[in-house]
Nanobody, 115 residues
Framework: QVQLVESGGGLVQPGGSLRLSCAAS????????MGWYRQPPGKQRELVAV???????NYADSVVGRFTISRDTAKNTVYLEMNSLKPEDTAAYYC?????????WGQGTQVTVSS
């Protein structure tokens, strides 16, 4: 059973920064890729950033230059560094891991950007 545990969400002012963490229960190299999704209130879940097993990263256009996905293989943890946060970044953020045809999700962490 794969477990993904997110942390690091909270309330931040516009222009501020947060770092989200996703700790996996197993070796993250066992996954084809890991990523962060978000679901704003009343909207569908959308991809924010992904990192492949080989280390290639990809980002949604709306976060390019502001967000950075990274990983610490020794800690089996993936991070999402979020800078220059905007009110429209407000959402529940979910960690995702994919292995073959299986997809695993964390419980989510809330990020609220407001003054």
């Amino acid at each position: 059973q794969v477990q993904l545990v997110e942390s690091g969400g909270g309330l931040v002012q516009p222009g501020g920064s947060l770092r989200l963490s996703c700790a996996a229960s197993g070796n993250i190299f066992s996954f084809n890729n890991m990523g962060w999704y978000r679901q704003p209130p009343g909207k569908q879940r959308e991809l924010v950033a992904v990192i492949t097993n080989g280390g290639t990263t990809n980002y949604a256009d709306s976060v390019v230059g502001r967000f950075t996905i990274s990983r610490d293989t020794a800690k089996n943890t993936v991070y999402l560094e979020m800078n220059s946060l905007k009110p429209e970044d407000t959402a529940a953020y979910y960690c995702n891991a994919r292995r073959a045809v299986s997809s695993f999700w964390g419980q989510g962490t809330q990020v609220t950007v407001s003054s």
